[in-house]
């Protein structure tokens, strides 16, 4: 599969989430316009780390926010890591600024308290394989509900670090800085190619 996977290159580490996708054999192209979005050969969205109060202003004077708003409903495949994941629930407590709406979960920015603002976990993982994920927390968010339809993947200590909601992912910590692949192959071929392979036949316009 090559078709072109976008990485938001508005702030955080889209560099790592590129890098990391395109050792998959998966092309990229940074997003950073409306019209870079509505490309018709994009097949799926990344949303990197970052700061998610900044990156939410980015989107608005962007003009990005709501063709990425409507794209998402449309069942477009995005994932948003950390900051990523704040900007896609319906419920982002602490953002200054309107999150995408995207995913039913209440998510708290920076709930983890100063005390251990990073720190890094062995987790099961399996809709990944056998072999544990290890996950990367920087300033992380935590999930501390989900709606109904929304898969949780994986856990920490009960609670909810990684889940996925149709053709939307949402992790609260960093695969794109571990040289672990899965969570970049999984939503490739789960998110994406699904999406692809389930899409409408595009209609024919005349004339
Ligand atoms: N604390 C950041 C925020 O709330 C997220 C941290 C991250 O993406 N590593 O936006």
Not at 161 to 188: I, N, Q, S
Request: some cysteine; proline content about 9%.
């Amino acid at each position: 599969m090559t078709a072109p996977i976008g990485i938001l290159a508005l702030q955080g580490d889209f560099r790592e989430h590129a890098a990391s996708v395109q050792a998959l054999g998966v092309e990229t192209r940074p997003i950073r316009t409306p019209r870079e979005l509505e490309a018709p050969d994009l097949e799926g969205l990344i949303i990197p780390g970052g700061e998610s109060t900044t990156i939410a202003r980015l989107l608005l004077s962007s003009g990005l926010f709501e063709p990425l708003r409507a794209l998402g409903e449309r069942r477009f495949p995005i994932w948003g890591t950390c900051a990523g994941a704040i900007l896609l629930a319906d419920d982002a407590r602490g953002l200054d600024r309107p999150a995408l709406g995207l995913l039913p979960m209440t998510v708290e920015r920076n709930a983890f308290g100063r005390q251990i603002d990073s720190f890094e976990a062995d987790l099961p993982a399996p809709a990944l394989g056998p072999t544990p994920y290890h996950a990367v927390f920087i300033r992380a968010p935590r999930i501390r509900a989900v709606g109904e339809g929304v898969d949780v993947l994986m856990e920490l200590h009960g609670e909810p670090v990684a889940v996925r909601y149709g053709a939307l992912l949402a992790t609260t910590f960093h695969p794109e800085l571990t040289a672990d692949r899965r969570l970049h192959a999984y939503f490739v071929q789960e998110c994406v190619a699904r999406a692809r392979a389930t899409a409408p036949v595009p209609e024919v316009r005349a004339g």
